[in-house]
């Protein structure tokens, strides 16, 4: 079992840059995936990001690309995601959550979630 805290939302300006981290419990984070997700009003909760067990391996949605860092810190049992030139369509609230599998895009195959954090960019 793992319990997530995120953190680090807020209200922003199109252009600026957040930092979310996602604090985990437990001594089996190492062994999880981390992906990020987010959900708007109205819409369904979306892949955004994920990392694999070691961090050696990201992966992204194509509309972060190149925006959107994430990474992990499995000594610090914590997992980042680094957002730059942030836009509207980025506002959602965002999710960590923790993969005890192998797949990585599709949120009903994570275990274990974070309560979320809201971001909000002002165009």
């Known amino acids: 079992q793992v319990q997530l805290v995120e953190s680090g939302g807020g209200l922003v300006q199109a252009g600026d840059s957040l930092r979310l981290s996602c604090a985990a419990s437990?001594?089996?984070?190492?062994?999880?995936?981390m992906g990020w997700f987010r959900q708007a009003p109205g819409k369904e909760r979306e892949f955004v990001s994920a990392?694999?067990?070691?961090?050696?391996?990201?992966y992204y949605t194509e509309s972060v690309k190149g925006r959107f860092t994430v990474s992990r810190d499995n000594a610090k049992n914590t997992v980042y995601l680094q957002m730059n030139g942030l836009k509207p369509e980025d506002t959602a609230v965002y999710y960590c959550?923790?993969?005890?599998?192998?797949?990585?895009?599709?949120?009903?195959?994570?275990?274990?979630w974070g309560q979320g954090t809201q971001v909000t960019v002002s165009s």
């Open positions: 990392t694999t067990r070691g961090g050696f391996r990201t």
């Open positions: 959550a923790a993969n005890g599998g192998s797949a990585l895009y599709t949120y009903r195959d994570y275990d274990h």
């Open positions: 437990g001594r089996t984070f190492s062994s999880y995936i």
